[in-house]
């Protein structure tokens, strides 16, 4: 069987402006891959930079691996109609400023299935709801969320910014009643309040406002100058997972843990990622089931993401991301697995068993020297390392992260001494705050009270 994995990209690539370095490197696990499955034939697909499917530094490409044909193009559906594979599955990923490459590889899925390729691909209709909040939160709505105590969406206003400023262009309004309605709606909310970008990527732009005046001071800022939505804040405790399949038959991953920064956000470039959380005090039986239910009820098809807040015994869903995410590798690690072989085991229906994960966690490190990563490379204890650095990022924020995920272990407890003792042997690469993080998280999931 020849199997294509395939991903678009809509933006420009700078690719000598990024340094990426990546343990174990992409060709190694694709040729790992290929070496057990020698019945058949991989084509990847793609354009740069090829997120989960290339090793790329600059605009150098290691990517050599046998039984693996490797197709960088712009026309990537006429591409693989010209290749005739047997089936296709997208690996999508994500870019900035807007998280729409799922439409794009589903646009992609349409014209393969209409040439008589077998595709696995969230639906466009699917994509197009994951990719605007509002739409996603209207969706949630009309599937019946908030309808029991199983899962909930928090109390949210959406405000279009072409009618919140409507007077701007239209002299002969005295009044505004779009704005004085969105605004009666705000002032009504519990505060604090997440004002978000509808089409933004993660939480990049998003603003917290503890009263209703400073969330209208920010809806008045010049710089706001799109559509937002204000949700109210769940103070509760931030989850992730993970949801594999398609057809009906799904894998919902046990979610993991994250960690926020002082505004209480989950952020992409710090946050620690903890799991898989299995402990029925938080209910997980019921989240698997009910996320189930919801990738049936989407018709997803692939790979999905979906971030939560567990408060009071109650799962809240924030948001869905249909593709490959922060998390999958992270996932993979905890399987024993590599995204290779999730995509693999998604296109040809083997099952990916949760029940014998490993503890893992995902911490954040500062940039290191090439000495260093090679160094932790070997490290038993490191499972997964993936470096970027913009080399012409002006700001410090915006120079890169690198990222590790560290354990093996079979308990919470064996997890946080290997923590430990990774800090205390690499303590000049180490932050002490991330590690007092994670080791509160790893307290935590043994610590919280139970729900009633």
Known sequence: MTIAIYSTNSNVYEGDDFEVRTFPLNATRWQNLALSHPEHKFIIVTQMPGMFLLDISGNDLSHKADNIEYVLCNAVAEKIIELKPDIAIAATFWVTPYDWLGIQDGMVADILQK?????????????LICFDKFRTHEQLSRLGMNMDNT???????????????CERSHRELSTNVYKDYV????????YPVVIKDTVGLSSYGMEVAVSYKQAVHYLNLGRTNSDRLVEEYIDGIPFGTEIYGCNGKYEVMPPCMFSVNRYGITSPKQSIKLGPVTSEKY????????????????????????????KDGKWYIIEINPRLSGMSETY?????????????????????????????????LPLLTEEQLNML??????????????L???????????????GGADTMESLA???????????????????????????SCNTIKLWK
């Open 392 to 406: 012409a990022a002006k700001q410090e924020r915006e120079k890169g992260y690198c990222e590790a995920v560290i």
């Open 151 to 165: 899962m909930h969406i928090p109390y949210a206003v959406y405000v279009h910014h072409e009618l919140y400023w």
């Open 377 to 390: 490379h070997h490290e038993k204890a490191v499972l997964y390392l993936h470096q970027l650095k913009n």
């Open 115 to 127: 040439a008589g390729i077998k595709t696995i691909c969230h639906p466009l209709n699917t994509s």
């Open 183 to 190: 605004l009666s709606q705000i002032r009504d909310m519990h």
């Open 283 to 310: 209910r997980v039986s019921v989240l698997k089931e009910a996320l189930a239910q919801l990738a049936c009820k989407m018709d997803f098809s692939g790979v999905a993401q979906v971030d939560l807040i567990f």
């Open 417 to 443: 001494l290997s923590l430990d003792a990774f800090a205390s042997r690499h303590s000049d690469m180490v932050e002490t705050a991330f590690v007092q993080m994670a080791q509160e998280m790893i307290k």
């Open 332 to 364: 993979a690690a905890a399987l024993g697995l590599s995204v290779p072989d999730i995509l693999y085991a998604i296109a040809t229906g083997k099952e990916i068993d949760s029940s014998s994960m490993k503890c893992v966690c995902n911490i954040k």
